[in-house]
T-cell receptor, first 116, second 116 residues
């Protein structure tokens, strides 16, 4: 079974600064996806970024980028130029991608507070 | 507008009274999933479906049933709800077709269930 660990329950960052959220996972699979989702106070789950395990290049989406270290099973999220609207819970997720399976495992989340 | 809808959004019920939470998507996605979110535990997968009439258990299936009779709908059934099923429930859908959004899950707005 896969496990996903987010070791930072809460973090804070000054507006316009950079923050990195950590995520590690454990799996014996070679083919999988990794995701970061944002959950603001509205409770809506919003996709931040997606990474395919077979791709060496780290995914980026505007101010959001990841540091994907496959051998180390690490998938950290970097938020640059933090904005007040980035205040939210952030969840790391692992998706097994083989055959017909779509087993998904989430971490317990990191609560990020952006301070004005 | 591409979306996943859930109904009801809020539900208060009593122990043992059967209930159904509906989920519908308009994106022609093959895959659909149900999750529950509890404080300190992140999201946990209950069931998922690979297509019509094909479902499989996630990590926490006990006490839940699902069915997939139509591609767009994936209801979650609690035959005899108990207080430990009080939670925030999310439905999600994704497509297996190739492309940059392959296997990316899109979430519904959530259903807050309270079982007294």
């Amino acid at each position: 079974a896969q496990t996903v660990t987010q070791s930072q329950p809460e973090m804070s960052v000054q507006e316009a600064e950079t923050v990195t959220l950590s995520c590690t996972y454990d799996t014996s699979e070679s083919n999988y996806y990794l995701f970061w989702y944002k959950q603001p106070p509205s409770r809506q789950m919003i996709l931040v970024i997606r990474q395919e395990a077979y791709k060496q290049q780290n995914a980026t989406e505007n101010r959001f980028s990841v540091n994907f270290q496959k051998a180390a099973k690490s998938f950290s999220l970097k938020i640059s130029d933090s904005q007040l609207g980035d205040t939210a819970m952030y969840f790391c997720a692992f998706m097994k991608h083989s055959g017909g399976y779509q087993k998904v495992t989430f971490g317990i989340g990191t609560k990020l507070q952006v301070i004005p | 507008e591409a979306q996943v809808t859930q109904n009801p959004r809020y539900l208060i019920t009593v122990t043992g009274k059967k209930l159904t939470v509906t989920c519908s998507q308009n994106m022609n996605h093959e895959y659909m999933s149900w999750y529950r979110q509890d404080p300190g535990l992140g999201l946990r997968q209950i069931y998922y479906s690979m297509n019509v009439e094909v479902t499989d258990k996630g990590d926490v299936p006990e006490g839940y049933k699902v069915s997939r009779k139509e591609k767009r709908n994936f209801p979650l059934i609690l035959e005899s709800p108990s207080p430990n099923q009080t939670s925030l429930y999310f439905c999600a859908s994704s497509s297996r077709t190739s492309g940059p959004q392959s296997d990316t899950q899109y979430f519904g707005p959530g259903t807050r269930l309270t079982v007294l």
